[in-house]
């Protein structure tokens, strides 16, 4: 099988004020799979997504991107193959325009002049969003303000794309466009998410975590099935949901 | 929404002035007040003639005089303190009806009456006519020390932000039948105020992390300026002058 994509091991991290978040996580992700990562709240989930392009530096384990270990030295390069969508698209889209938002991460690359236009539209159109490019960001509404956000990121070609709760806030249109964009999308995928049936639509595979570890790896949808499982982690379906009656035109090949 | 609208200034519109380069125009703006506030204050003349070039430019960029004039009233509380002049100046005094008024402060209330709003008028033109953004690259492109621009730039994009959350935050007061009408009834408004000062510390701190994911490493990219032509100077610079030639034969006679 093909080097992983992403490989964390025995990943340990306590905040500065002793409170201890990661107790040795470990998993790996191969190039091309679509991964749900799922979990009550303060289970460390987004600890782990800032430790994916050494935001933060674990106390313990490693993380390895593509072959690449994330170190001081390595944390440029690691930050290009590793994209990061954050939660608040707000605190992602941060210039005046959403030209200078996409243009932002390869500009940092060294990417200029006609090149770096080309990234900006190519990364606008793949998520359809190139009617906006010189709109200011908090112009739009949160629905294309994630999309843009989408393309922050893609626009610097990363190895593997880290969602942190994609679906949160909004509305079912703009949640099915989005869902839309990233099924189209041929990248690695990591995606953080409370919205369960976006988790068995959009990936194959699903990693639960709790108390700072990875407690349950395996397809979504036998997860999702796992009642003992689920309610051990604090993780309910919507009311009327069977993720065994979905209708299976809508799922992932796994 | 009461929130501020950081792009308010701004007036679409598809003139030869809106088509200029953004660090032309504020060049041009540079020329015009350096011009205005150098022409001695008794030279009344020169500064109808000022006044014609400032006309002249926002008929150039399709504004009307009523929307000139209603942007002018930002400037009304500054030039309220210069009314207080004449009366409080020292030196001869002219009686006019039943006030005994200071000479000097009636020149002095004129000279910031005048020099004020012709300032703040061609200003107008060029912030009715150029988007935030570009002014800032403008800004950028001569050469303003990058931190400025930047700081300036977060303040853009992240005044609705702010402006938003604290509007929420006296919208849920309210719902809960809070209504302050005194100074010191303010105590809960105050406490939102520190709470939203550290959400916004929190912000930055979340955007940061942002900036450095997309591999900043302590320095913006310059982004988005515009280069300008022979032409644009020429164009931007024509009125501009004359109104410098104007002031420069003032100081000068």
């Known amino acids: ?254 | 929404m009461s929130a501020g609208h950081a792009h308010a200034l701004y007036v679409h519109g598809d003139s030869r002035v809106h088509a200029l380069p953004a660090h032309v125009k504020l060049v041009a703006l540079l020329i015009v007040i350096v011009a205005v506030v150098a022409t001695p204050r008794e030279r009344v003349g020169v500064f109808a003639a000022h006044a014609v070039v400032i006309i002249a430019a926002a008929a150039c960029a399709h504004l009307s005089p009523r929307f000139i004039g209603g942007r002018l009233l930002i400037g009304a509380p500054f030039l309220a303190f210069a009314v207080l002049l004449p009366f409080v100046g020292g030196g001869d005094r002219v009686v006019v009806g039943a006030l005994s008024l200071s000479v000097g402060g009636l020149w002095g209330a004129w000279s910031v009456l005048v020099k004020g709003t012709l300032a703040l008028a061609a200003s107008v033109v060029v912030t009715a006519t150029t988007p935030v953004p570009a002014l800032l690259t403008g800004l950028g492109r001569l050469r303003v020390p990058v931190v400025i621009t930047e700081i300036a730039g977060f303040m853009v994009r992240y005044l609705e932000v702010i402006a938003g959350e604290m509007h929420r935050a006296k919208v849920a007061m309210a719902a809960r039948g809070y209504q302050p009408r005194w100074a010191w009834q303010g105590t809960a408004l105050a406490t939102s105020a520190g709470a939203l000062f550290i959400r916004s510390h929190e912000r930055g701190e979340r955007v940061y992390d942002a900036m450095l994911s997309r591999g900043y490493q302590g320095r913006l990219p310059q982004l988005g300026a515009t280069a300008a032509t022979r032409a644009d100077w020429a164009r931007a610079l024509a009125l501009p002058l004359c109104a410098a030639a104007a002031a420069a034969l003032a100081v000068i006679g």
């Open chain 1, 1 to 254: 099988m093909s080097a992983p994509a992403l490989e964390v091991r025995g990943l340990e991290y306590a905040y500065p004020d002793g409170t201890q978040v990661l107790r040795g996580a470990d998993f790996h992700i191969h190039p091309g799979e679509r991964v749900a990562l799922l979990g009550p709240n303060g289970a460390g989930k987004t600890t782990l997504v800032l430790h994916l392009n050494g935001i933060l530096t674990p106390d313990g384990g490693d993380v390895t991107v593509a072959g690449l270990a994330v170190q001081p030295r390595t944390v440029k390069e690691i930050r290009r193959r590793v994209g990061i969508v954050f939660q608040d698209p707000d605190d992602q889209l941060f210039m005046t325009t959403v030209r200078q938002d996409v243009a932002f991460g390869p500009a940092n690359y060294g990417v200029t002049g006609e090149e770096l236009d080309r990234r900006v539209m190519g990364a606008l159109t793949a998520v359809g969003m190139a009617g906006v490019v010189d709109r200011p960001p908090h112009h739009l509404s949160l629905g294309e303000r994630r999309r843009v956000a989408v393309a922050t990121v893609l626009a610097m070609n990363p190895e593997i794309l880290v969602l942190d709760e994609p679906s949160s806030n909004m509305d079912p249109a703009s949640r099915r466009e989005l869902a839309d964009v990233l099924a189209g999308l041929e990248i690695t995928l990591l995606m953080i998410t409370h919205d369960l049936p976006y988790a068995l639509e959009l990936c194959p595979r699903a990693m639960i975590m709790n108390h700072g570890r990875i407690v349950a790896d395996g397809p979504t949808a036998a997860l999702l099935g796992d009642r003992e499982l689920m309610s051990a982690n604090r993780l309910e379906l919507p009311l009327g949901f069977d993720p065994s009656l979905a209708r299976p035109e809508r799922l992932p090949a796994p």
